[in-house]
């Protein structure tokens, strides 16, 4: 099935760790994103990648960190820096260009413990 | 800074009913203006999605207006069912949209259908 997958769905995290969730697309989509999402906020953005080897910061990037070593891949660290980094995070993928859809994942809740 | 702004911020209705979601936006240049559909605890899903030269757009119960004059786009959903309870989610797509990215998300509008 083509589509684009987070893992954990749910996870935890103590106090001072880096945490790292994964985002894998098998749909040929150049360009990948990830939102965090709180309770009646809407989503931001908090960092994006147009092509591999290269992504910008998203208005909320500090405490956080990505790499884009493949295409299919966009994960997404969560270090000790963030401080308030209990949310819903979203990862999305699209084709390049701003007239086209995104996709996305089902999400992973992360808490901290 | 690009704003995309959405009402009611929560609605509930009656099974079998119908509504309309409103979307008001700031964001210029503007390419195209989609609404999704996000379960609890889900990615949002894709409803409708229209460029700047179409009025409307249909997708089974859902349909999709805008207005690009006056910058405002509405998401009426007929007869409504359990399984729509759900949030709306209005983004509109900005080709210039610097460290907010290219898609300008609404907070969107949790719609609750009672029995």
């Known amino acids: 099935d083509g589509g684009i997958t987070q893992s954990p769905k749910y996870l935890f995290r103590k106090e001072g760790q880096n945490v790292t969730l994964s985002c894998e697309q098998n749909l040929n989509h150049d360009a990948m994103y990830w939102y965090r999402q709180d309770p009646g906020q809407g989503l931001r953005l908090i960092y994006y990648?147009?092509?591999?080897?290269?992504?910008q910061k998203g208005d909320i990037a500090e405490g956080y960190s990505v790499s884009r070593e493949k295409k299919e891949s966009f994960p997404l660290t969560v270090t000790s820096a963030q401080k308030n980094p209990t949310a819903f995070y979203l990862c999305?993928?699209?084709?390049?260009?701003?007239?086209?859809?995104?996709?996305f994942g089902q999400g992973t809740r992360l808490t901290v413990v | 800074k690009n704003q995309v702004e959405q009402s009611p911020q929560s609605l509930i209705i009656l099974e079998g009913k119908n509504c309309t979601l409103q979307?008001?936006?700031?964001?210029?240049?503007?390419?195209?203006l989609r609404w999704y559909k996000q379960d609890t605890g889900r990615g949002p899903v894709s409803l409708t999605i229209?460029?700047?030269?179409?009025n409307t757009k249909s997708n089974g119960r859902y349909t999709a207006t805008l207005d690009a004059d006056t910058k405002q786009s509405s998401l009426h959903i007929t007869a409504s069912q359990l399984s729509d309870s759900a949030s709306y989610i209005c983004v509109v797509s900005a080709p210039y949209g610097g460290s907010q990215g290219n898609l300008i998300f609404g907070k969107g509008t949790k719609l609750s259908v009672k029995p």
């Open positions: 979307c008001n936006y700031t964001v210029s240049p503007f390419s195209n």
């Open positions: 999305a993928s699209s084709i390049t260009g701003s007239n086209t859809e995104a996709f």
């Open positions: 990648s147009q092509i591999v080897n290269d992504f």
């Open positions: 229209m460029t700047f030269s179409e």
